[in-house]
C-alpha cells in the first residue's frame, strides 16, 4: 500500500503531506487541485513508461507543471512510500527546471527500512539524466529496485470521460492487447474476450453487475476476426440483433467501464486504482453500485478517487475523505475526522454537510 505521499512545487499544488488508506475519496469545488494531484500520477505512469518528456512536451513544458513557473519554483519534488509486508520501501525524486523549458532528474532515490531497523538502505540513482533509472536499476539488482519498479508502474491512472464516436472503446481493438485494462478502456472488448475465456467467474459477475445498472442488456457478443481484432458487440434481452459500441450511451458505456475495472480478477487488480469523477453521466442508482465497488475492491487493492458528487459521497465513510480547498494561490488537503462532525453527522448525510460547505472542499 502507499503509505505516504509528499508532493511540492507541482501545478497547484505548492506543499502537501498526505497520509493514505485503502480508500481515498477527494472532495473539492472545480480548480481546488483534485485533477492535479490525479494527474501527478498520470506522469508516473509516462515516467516509468520511459517517456517523461514526452509528457512534459505535451503538457505544456515545464513552465505549466511547476507551482507558478519556473521563477517561482524551480523544481518539483516527490517522495511516495510504500508499506511491503516487513519493510517500509521510498521512491523519491526531485526534477530540476532546465534549458528547452524541460525537467530533469536532480536526484532519484531508492530506500528501504526493514521493521526494527533504524537506519534504511538507500541508493541514489545519479542527477542530470532526462528519463527515470529506476528500470536500469532493476535490471541490476540494486536493492529495492524491482520492488518499487513494480509498484510505482501498477499505481494506474484512468480516464473514461471520452465516450465520442472516435474513443478508443468504441473501435476495434487487437484481441492479444490484454496485459491489462488500458486507462481509457480502449482495450475493453479484448480484456472481456479473454475473461469469458480464462476466468468466466469474473466474467459473470461482470455481466449479472451491468444488468443492476442496465437492466436491458442480455450479455456480450466477442469474437476475434480473421486480424485477431475485437469490438465491443453486444445484445439486448429478448432479441437476436447484435447491437454495436456505438450503440450503447455515454453513462451506460462509462459505467462498463468502471464495472469492469473494479470486477476483474483479484490477481491482477493494479496496487493502486486512480479515478477522476467516475459519476459523469452515471444515475444515482448506477453511481450508488459503482460506489460499492469502489468500497468493495478497497478491501484487495487501494482506491484513490477524486469526486464532486454528493451522492457518490454520502457512500463511503468520514475518514475516506479528503477534503481539496483552493487556499490562497495552493491547494490544501485535509482528512475528515468523523469525531468533529458527530453532531452534523446525527442530522444530515456526509453529502448534505459538504453542500452545505462545512467540511470545506465545499461547492460554494
Not at 513508461?49 to 513552465?63: E, P
Not at 486480424?227 to 453513462?251: A, C, M, T, Y
Request: glycine share 6%; proline share 4%.
Amino acid at each position: 500500500m502507499l503509505k505516504r505521499l509528499a508532493l511540492y512545487g507541482f501545478k497547484s499544488i505548492k506543499a502537501m503531506e498526505l497520509e493514505l488508506r485503502p480508500l481515498n475519496i477527494l472532495i473539492g469545488a472545480n480548480g481546488a487541485g483534485k485533477s492535479n494531484l490525479i494527474s501527478f500520477f498520470k506522469m508516473l505512469n509516462e515516467m516509468m513508461a520511459g517517456r517523461f518528456q514526452q509528457y512534459v512536451g505535451v503538457s505544456g513544458r515545464a513552465t505549466s507543471l511547476l507551482h507558478f513557473g519556473p521563477k517561482i519554483t524551480p523544481q518539483i519534488e516527490a517522495k511516495l512510500e510504500f508499506e511491503v509486508e516487513n519493510r517500509l520501501d521510498t521512491y523519491q525524486v526531485r526534477l530540476f527546471h532546465a534549458a528547452g523549458d524541460t525537467l530533469i532528474f536532480a536526484e532519484e532515490t531508492l530506500s528501504f527500512l526493514q521493521t526494527g531497523y533504524i537506519d534504511p538502505r538507500t541508493n541514489h540513482l545519479g542527477a542530470g539524466h532526462e528519463e527515470s533509472r529506476l528500470r536500469q536499476a532493476a535490471a541490476e539488482e540494486i536493492a529495492a529496485a524491482k520492488t518499487l519498479q513494480y509498484l510505482l508502474n501498477r499505481c494506474r491512472v484512468y480516464h473514461f470521460h471520452d465516450t465520442s464516436s472516435t474513443a478508443g472503446v468504441r473501435q476495434s481493438s487487437y484481441a492479444g492487447n490484454t496485459r491489462w485494462l488500458m486507462p481509457d478502456a480502449g482495450n475493453l472488448a479484448a480484456l472481456l474476450l479473454r475473461f469469458r475465456e480464462e476466468n468466466p467467474l469474473s466474467y459473470q459477475n461482470i455481466v449479472r453487475t451491468i444488468r443492476l445498472i442496465t437492466p436491458f442488456f442480455d450479455d456480450f457478443d466477442l469474437a476475434a476476426d480473421a486480424s485477431h481484432q475485437v469490438i465491443l458487440n453486444w445484445r439486448e434481452k429478448g432479441s437476436d440483433q447484435v447491437f454495436g459500441p456505438h450503440q450503447f450511451s455515454d453513462g451506460t458505456l462509462r459505467a462498463i467501464c468502471l464495472v469492469t475495472l473494479l470486477l476483474q480478477p483479484l490477481d491482477e487488480l493494479p496496487e493502486l486504482i486512480i479515478v477522476d469523477e467516475p459519476e459523469l453521466g452515471l444515475h444515482p442508482y448506477a453511481l450508488n453500485v459503482v460506489a460499492a465497488l469502489f468500497s468493495k475492491a478497497s478491501h484487495y487493492t487501494q482506491i484513490l478517487v477524486s469526486t464532486q458528487s454528493s451522492t457518490f459521497l454520502d457512500s463511503f465513510d468520514t475518514e475516506d475523505v479528503i477534503t481539496v480547498n483552493r487556499e490562497g494561490q495552493e491547494s490544501q488537503f485535509r482528512r475528515l475526522n468523523s469525531a468533529e462532525l458527530d453532531d452534523w453527522l446525527d442530522e444530515y448525510s456526509l453529502g448534505e454537510i459538504w453542500e452545505k460547505n462545512v467540511i470545506g472542499g465545499g461547492p460554494h
